[in-house]
């Protein structure tokens, strides 16, 4: 299979190591094969745009699956995620090409988004993705399609359900905001207490 009409951003991907308690609690683990832990370095997710969408109406609600506001959410929220994780997402939407008006997507650290061409398809372009990003560490592919998954961690990836993985970004935004809730009001805290106090 020769897939060649897209590029990678493979600048050393962040490793980064996962031991928050959501990612243990989703099953991105056990889909069927043994010795992986929930600790290991992840290079890089990489993730079929559109059977993700199809899986989360609540992006974009009331807009169609395949439309530039759905992929617009999508990029915003795994953006946030990479924010909350540090692990770099690769977006695949299946199609002959970008659709028409659609801006040369930018690539940048936090999530890349590509587009296959005429005969390709967004599982080809992740199973070549996963071979190439192999050297750097574990790749996570997000798919429901069970072939490409079964590709995938046959290659020694890893794979998730598309419900799994958007339980997994849900709980890892929420634990964020919780994060950044207590660390604004332990900094608000320390600014009252070094605070002058008014004697009368």
């Known amino acids: 299979m020769t897939v060649s009409s897209f590029r990678f951003q493979d600048s050393s991907p962040n490793r980064v190591q996962c031991s928050k308690p959501w ?3 989703f099953g991105l ?3 069927g094969w043994n010795g992986y832990a929930p600790h290991m370095a992840l290079a890089r997710i990489l993730v079929d745009g559109y059977s993700l969408l199809h899986n989360w109406p609540e992006l974009a609600p009331g807009q169609p699956r395949h439309s530039a506001r759905a992929r617009e959410e999508l990029v915003h929220v795994l953006t946030r995620y990479y924010d909350a994780t540090g692990t770099p997402v690769t977006i695949f939407f299946d199609g002959s090409g970008a659709p028409a008006g659609t801006p040369p997507p930018e690539s ?3 999530v890349e988004v590509l587009f296959s061409r005429a005969g390709q398809t967004a599982d080809q372009m992740i199973e070549r ?3 190439r990003f192999s050297a750097y560490g574990e790749v996570l592919a997000v798919t429901d399609d069970m072939a490409e998954r079964d590709t995938v961690t046959g290659m020694g990836g890893l794979a998730s359900s598309c419900a799994n993985f958007i339980r997994m970004v849900e709980s890892a935004l929420t634990e964020l905001q ?3 809730r207590n660390y604004n009001r332990a900094e608000r805290n320390r600014f009252n207490r070094s605070q002058p ?3 009368k």
Request: glycine share 0%; charged share 10%; net charge negative.
């Open 23 to 25: 990612c243990a609690n």
């Open 29 to 31: 683990w056990t889909l």
């Open 108 to 110: 940048n650290p936090a």
């Open 129 to 131: 993705a996963a071979h």
């Open 178 to 180: 919780d994060e950044l």
């Open 197 to 199: 106090h008014n004697l």
